[in-house]
């Protein structure tokens, strides 16, 4: 009866959406399964999500250590904690840095050419994933930057996750300070 019913809100999404062969909510169904996987009971799961993401990137969990600063947890050149999100639409992996400014490769974000704007790994009606800073990335440009550390209070570190040996998704690592 499910699959009947749906059959009626079809033609709609396929205007929203464009023809059928263009989006499948099965590589966001299985992304969201390995994610489910990863949680193992009711209690704290984003905690338990971030734990095992970082326990699967062989990171070393700072819980123990004092709360530090985005430029402080960062390590140039580090497979895994040298990439931050300076602002919305700019990701970069750090080479180098000092107390007044970093340098590094910006990640090349992946654009939808026919909305201008990202490509998203999900779309909600009133919400998309790079409003969460979540960004879909392929490679990095080529050319080394530097950015003044003053000019981005706002940073976030951030983590690169293999998503099908496609491209990275940039997930933004969300701290609270007390």
């Not at 004092?66 to 960062?74: E, T, Y």
């Not at 951030?158 to 933004?172: K, N, T």
């Amino acid at each position: 009866m499910y699959n009947v019913h749906s059959l009626i809100h079809l033609v709609q999404e396929c205007r929203t959406h464009g023809p059928l062969h263009c989006f499948s909510a099965f590589v966001f169904e299985a992304f969201l399964g390995e994610l489910t996987a990863l949680i193992k009971g009711p209690v704290l799961p984003l905690a338990q999500l971030r734990r095992r993401i970082v326990e699967r990137n062989n990171h070393d969990l700072p819980f123990s250590q004092k709360r530090r600063g985005v430029w402080d947890s960062l390590k140039p050149n580090s497979k895994k904690d040298a990439f931050c999100i300076l602002e919305k639409g700019v990701v970069i992996k750090v080479t180098e840095m000092d107390e007044a400014e970093c340098k590094g490769f910006q990640l090349r974000l992946l654009r939808d050419i026919t909305h201008a704007g990202y490509l998203e790994l999900y779309e909600l009606p009133n919400l998309k994933s790079s409003d969460l800073n979540i960004f879909l990335a392929k490679g990095m440009y080529m050319t080394s930057k530097s950015w003044k550390k003053a000019d981005f209070p706002g940073a976030q570190k951030c983590l690169l996750m293999d998503y099908f040996g496609q491209f990275d998704v940039v997930i933004p690592i969300v701290t609270f300070q007390f």
